[in-house]
């Protein structure tokens, strides 16, 4: 997964493209936010990703 993100942002980076890495931030709450079947996230995970893409989409757009 890692490499494919690196190989899509520099793609992306040639283009002029924002990019937000979810994978990243998934990683870091991975542990604690991950629902029982262990493939999802918790309603609380999925927030915290929500208000990354929110918080990207208003820097990036000014968008809140």
Do not use: C, P, W
Not at 3 to 8: L, T
Not at 29 to 42: A, K, M, N
């Amino acid at each position: 997964v890692i490499n494919k993100n690196n190989i899509a942002r520099d793609v992306m980076a040639l283009e002029g493209i924002a990019v937000l890495d979810l994978y990243s931030i998934s990683q870091t709450i991975v542990d604690e936010h991950v629902s029982i079947d262990d493939v999802h996230f918790t309603e609380e995970g999925s927030q915290i990703l929500g208000d990354a893409v929110l918080n990207s989409l208003d820097t990036l757009f000014g968008i809140n």
